[in-house]
């Protein structure tokens, strides 16, 4: 039998919950008493500190040869209203004043491009890098990375190698969005699958890259599909241990398919909550759970700090995948985000991607 005094004696335990008890979790009301419980957890790891850093998202093409329904950012070609693609040369001038204001890291995601090879990719690390040799390049999803393999011949590992040489980094954790096949057919059937996903993040801990995990809720999938998918990055986790930290990503349901399907139907606040504290309570080996204030907004980010949320993400500057699918707020500045995370009682921690600590402001 599953209750309360039964979990709460695990965690404190440090035992790791079951798949059941996860689901358990889920169909419970009392949202307070499962941050508390996450609370445990995250303060076990991370005492007060809560992590953000100085960093600037680059979008080098929204156009797509995959048409998830979930998203509003892809354009299918060129010639579609509003398709951009900028050509690795084009990019330094974009980007020279984000570090002219002292921003850290890159993270650089963007469509799978249906005409452009794989130098193009390789271009953009390089040409980013030469200029900016100091700048921590966190790019590519194992979708695109998988996307490569395929245009390339190659293997996940030599494909992550000749990116690494290139300039590479660590790897976003962007593409996982639900794993379980009965909601991936139906959200993402052309994406690498749950075993492709999780092989690429596999092949790039084994390289020495350190990676992010996320997963994409509240649309069509159920909490039998979001525990699913938790207890499968568990498991890789064990094996491959390169997962710095977790974010659950709230379906934004403006200008796209499956947002019109769902009558442009948000997350509740209640379920943003109570997901970010069953993901700190479920993935006992990810040491972080990010807050991602973009998709939160910052109002909501600092709410989580109390249930389980260690990591605010940073100072972003000009998001695409959420601003075109409802999201309004493109940018925070370091004070600003060093003021939410004190007046939720934590201190202020930059970071940078790799999670050393750069300066605590006591
Ligand atoms: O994989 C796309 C999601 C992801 C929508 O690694 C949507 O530090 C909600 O992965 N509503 C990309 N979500 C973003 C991402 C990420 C973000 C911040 C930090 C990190 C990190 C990674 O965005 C996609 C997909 O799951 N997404 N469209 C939408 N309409």
């Given at each position: 039998m599953m209750n309360w005094s039964g979990i709460s004696e695990k965690v404190h335990a440090s035992e790791r919950l079951s798949y059941e008890e996860g689901l358990w979790l889920f169909e419970q009301h009392d949202v307070i008493k499962i941050g508390k419980l996450a609370q445990v957890a995250r303060r076990r790891l991370h005492g007060n500190k809560v992590y953000f850093n100085k960093n600037r998202h680059i979008n080098p093409t929204n156009v797509c040869a995959f048409h998830c329904n979930f998203c509003s950012f892809a354009r299918t070609s060129d010639k579609e209203d509003g398709a951009y693609t900028y050509m690795p040369e084009q990019i330094p001038d974009r980007v020279r004043g984000a570090v002219n204001q002292g921003v850290r890291e890159f993270h650089i995601v963007g469509g799978l491009h249906p005409e452009l090879g794989f130098d193009y990719y390789l271009d953009v690390l390089r040409t980013l890098k030469r200029e900016f040799p100091h700048i921590h390049l966190k790019a590519f999803t194992a979708v695109e990375i998988d996307f490569?393999?395929?245009?390339?011949?190659?293997?996940?590992?030599?494909?992550?190698?000749?990116?690494?040489?290139?300039?590479?980094?660590?790897?976003?954790?962007?593409?996982?969005?639900?794993?379980?096949?009965?909601?991936?057919?139906?959200?993402?059937?052309?994406?690498?699958?749950?075993?492709?996903?999780?092989?690429?993040?596999?092949?790039?801990?084994?390289?020495?890259?350190?990676?992010?995990?996320?997963?994409?809720?509240?649309?069509?999938?159920?909490?039998?599909?979001?525990?699913?998918?938790?207890?499968?990055?568990?498991?890789?986790?064990?094996?491959?241990?390169?997962?710095?930290?977790?974010?659950?990503?709230?379906?934004?349901?403006?200008?796209?398919?499956?947002g019109r399907k769902l009558n442009r139907q948000w997350t509740t606040g209640v379920d943003d909550i109570k997901t970010m504290a069953i993901s700190r309570l479920m993935l006992d080996n990810i040491p972080n759970i990010k807050a991602y204030w973009v998709m939160l907004t910052p109002a909501l980010a600092q709410v989580a700090l109390n249930f389980g949320a260690n990591d605010m993400d940073g100072t972003i500057i000009e998001e695409h995948i959420y601003k075109d699918a409802g999201a309004r707020r493109e940018a925070m500045t370091v004070e600003e985000l060093k003021e939410f995370i004190r007046a939720a009682g934590y201190i202020p921690v930059e970071r940078d991607t790799v999670y050393n600590e750069l300066e605590v402001f006591a």
């Open positions: 490569f393999r395929e245009l390339t011949g190659l293997s996940h590992t030599e494909v992550l190698q000749q990116l690494q040489e290139a300039g590479l980094d660590s790897m976003p954790g962007g593409g996982a969005e639900i794993f379980h096949w009965d909601i991936r057919k139906k959200i993402c059937p052309e994406k690498a699958n749950q075993e492709v996903w999780l092989a690429v993040h596999d092949a790039a801990h084994r390289l020495g890259l350190k990676t992010n995990c996320t997963m994409l809720y509240g649309h069509i999938e159920k909490p039998e599909h979001r525990v699913h998918h938790m207890v499968a990055l568990r498991e890789q986790q064990d094996k491959s241990g390169g997962f710095q930290t977790f974010i659950a990503l709230a379906f934004h349901p403006e200008d796209n398919n499956l």
